[in-house]
């Protein structure tokens, strides 16, 4: 469950930033099928994951943590 709310905020704010999966996979250096696994809550995305989207994306840590956890 909690794989599934990290996923959601991911791709959102992955649209909102305008990068296709592809682009988004290529600059975090992983495929995109392990992208989509992530983003369709599938697979937790790891700590090191998280902090390179935060990087890629030039967003805060605070604003990707989803509300409710």
Do not use: C
């Not at 991911?10 to 392990?34: H, M, N, P, W």
């Not at 700590?47 to 989207?53: D, F, M, R």
Request: charged share 30%; aromatic share 8%; glycine share 8%.
């Amino acid at each position: 469950m909690e794989a599934d709310k990290w996923g959601r905020r991911i791709r959102a704010y992955r649209k909102l930033k305008g990068f296709t999966q592809e682009d988004f996979a290529k600059e975090l250096g992983v495929s995109v099928s392990v992208l989509g696994e992530v983003e369709r809550g599938n697979r937790m995305p790891s700590a090191e994951l998280i902090h390179k989207v935060t990087e890629v994306l030039n967003i805060p840590y605070q604003d990707l943590i989803p509300p409710d956890l």
